[in-house]
């Protein structure tokens, strides 16, 4: 049963931590608890401020995004087993090491961003490249995200709490940074407020008020704009996350983004522990049929997915080993980092609870998808309903279990969705308006300044969302993902290299998931775009042919210079390896 499953892998997880992940990390980077942090060192209130370990557990693991949800949801039409391994394995063997070498080194560099990493350990071009590939990843990502979120923001049972959530956590910044209150006491309040406001949006009350909202104008905002199938309603609530984003980005960290992503963690934590009570009662009471309803391997390739290698491993990225962290971790983590000793309690502490999330999600859909007409079994087991929708029906269900009402299970389900997707914009725009600062502040000195860089960033975003000819681009955000995961671990290579340590544990993860993402790449432009999007639909309009004709391009220049970025750090590699002799 699913119960067995669950405790196999985090059995799994758990030991593959202590006796590889913990033990290499301790022996080839040591931390220094001694050694002056660039939170400490270089302290501006803004990007570079010392943060309590608990709440930066919370800000790290808060900065996924939807990846360990939906991945493995759409990655269990290839069964559950090599969903399960690929989690298990890609974690404990580059996940946690990515994470956590990537803030060491950083913070050794004076928190330097992987864009400044590059310049110094591969070369100038390798720089410039990789934070090109950055500016554009983050803002396909955004425009995704914009459109994907703004449906899900306008259900009426939905701001309200997100809008609490919001006010919460800023509070929460002031009392930790202003008002110095003890963390315990913070959590509690924000514990409080934040349930309080989940629950106030399930109240009819609240959903009127959303309600009067979208029925603007009788209706006018359900007609489409752009080019796409966007309405004027998601457009309406896309920019409202936008605006949200927006602050995020141009306000000092420690006053929006920190806090907020604090407090949605407590509230993620808080739901991932009742679901798997929910889950362990349902078990033994046979309340929930807990039995598994999906084959451990269905196939090796699925038409409308592609092959399991490369495909797999790109649909499943947090929770295994992602390249997002590999941002988050230079361009953040490490400017908070209070004191070297913390950075593998929280590092590592957040790659566990994103597997322990994605795990849940795998129960979730294994136990209910197929009765729920979620997975098709007469079609492979295809998923034929919203990824989304597997989980909030999971986790309203074993809620149930526990005596949660289905509707406020399902509100929170809903909630819990925005708030990974919100935490993530946040970042997104932030590390946007980062990232093209360092690519043309020599050029552009205004770029530089908080506000126009981000505002650079949201009209670029908004121009995406508007103009849906980029929609099909979501397919390449895996590939893309691990293409960064992998030149991070190359990255980390080349830093161990020239301190004369051992580097071949970082070495083949990072050349596995280069070729993979490049794979992936390559599979979706040339395959899925070019031959079946325009070759054999040419039929389908302009619109349709553009739309895969841009995907393609796209998808062909991030695979080009991905080649080219694993080139340059194999000459860097066997340079500092060379220096050895």
């Not at 078990?283 to 997915?305: E, S, Y």
Request: net charge positive; proline share 5%; with cysteine.
């Amino acid at each position: 049963m699913a119960m067995i499953l669950l405790l196999a892998a985090l059995t799994s997880l758990f030991l593959g931590y202590r006796l590889y992940s913990r033990r290499i990390l301790n022996t080839a980077i040591p931390p220094n608890p001694k050694r002056t942090t660039p939170a400490r060192r270089y302290k501006d209130g803004v990007e570079f401020m010392p943060a309590p370990a608990g709440t930066l557990l919370g800000y790290q693991f808060k900065s996924i995004s939807l990846d360990p949800i939906l991945g493995p949801i759409i990655a269990l039409q290839f069964g559950w087993l090599p969903a399960v391994l690929w989690l298990i394995l890609g974690v404990v063997f580059a996940g946690w090491i990515q994470d956590y070498a990537l803030t060491i080194i950083s913070a050794r560099n004076a928190g330097a961003s992987l864009g400044k990493l590059a310049g110094d350990f591969v070369s100038p071009t390798a720089r410039v490249i990789l934070l090109f590939y950055i500016y554009l990843y983050l803002l396909l990502t955004m425009a995704a995200f914009g459109v994907i979120i703004a449906p899900l923001l306008s259900r009426e049972g939905v701001p309200v709490g997100i809008f609490f959530l919001l006010g919460t956590g800023l509070l929460a910044g002031q009392m930790i940074y202003r008002w110095r209150l003890p963390l315990p006491m913070v959590t509690l309040v924000t514990i409080l407020l934040a349930g309080a406001g989940i629950y106030a949006g399930s109240l009819p009350w609240a959903q009127a008020i959303i309600s009067s909202i979208n029925n603007l104008g009788g209706g006018i905002l359900n007609r489409p704009w752009g080019n796409g199938e966007l309405t004027g309603l998601n457009l309406l609530w896309g920019f409202v996350l936008l605006g949200i984003s927006y602050l995020g980005a141009a306000l000092p960290i420690w006053r929006f983004t920190q806090p907020v992503n604090f407090t949605a963690s407590l509230v993620t934590l808080l739901t991932m522990s009742a679901a798997t009570i929910g889950i362990l009662m349902a078990a033994f009471t046979g309340q929930v049929d807990t039995r598994i309803q999906i084959p451990a391997l269905v196939t090796a390739f699925q038409p409308h997915l592609g092959p399991l290698w490369p495909v797999l491993f790109v649909t499943i990225s947090s929770g295994a080993v992602s390249g997002w962290h590999a941002l988050v971790a230079t361009f953040s983590t490490s400017r908070l980092l209070d004191k070297e000793s913390e950075a593998l309690p929280v590092t590592a502490g957040a790659a566990f609870l994103e597997t322990c999330l994605a795990l849940l999600a795998i129960v979730f859909a294994v136990t209910l998808g197929v009765t729920g007409g979620r997975y098709a079994p007469d079609q492979d087991f295809r998923l034929v309903a919203g990824p989304a929708g597997v989980f909030v029906n999971g986790l309203q269900v074993f809620l149930n279990v526990l005596g949660l009402q289905s509707e406020i299970g399902a509100t929170l389900g809903v909630v819990l969705l925005a708030l990974l997707a919100l935490a993530v914009m946040q970042l997104l725009m932030r590390f946007t308006r980062m990232a093209g600062a360092e690519l043309m502040g020599e050029r552009l000195p205004i770029i530089k300044n908080p506000g126009f860089g981000a505002l650079v960033g949201l009209l670029l975003t908004l121009f995406l969302i508007v103009f849906g000819f980029w929609q099909h681009l979501w397919v390449l955000f895996g590939g893309s993902n691990q293409v960064f995961a992998g030149i991070a671990l190359m990255l980390v290579s080349i830093w161990l290299a020239r301190g004369q340590k051992p580097s071949l544990w970082t070495f083949w993860p990072g050349v596995f998931l280069l070729i993979t993402g490049a794979a992936a790449l390559l599979y979706v432009s040339l395959y899925s775009m070019l031959y079946q999007g325009i070759f054999l639909s040419y039929r389908q309009g302009s619109g349709f042919i553009l739309g895969n004709a841009v995907t393609a391009v796209v998808g062909l220049c991030l695979a080009f210079f991905a080649m080219i970025l694993f080139l340059d750090s194999l000459r860097a590699l066997n340079l500092a390896r060379g220096s050895q002799r």
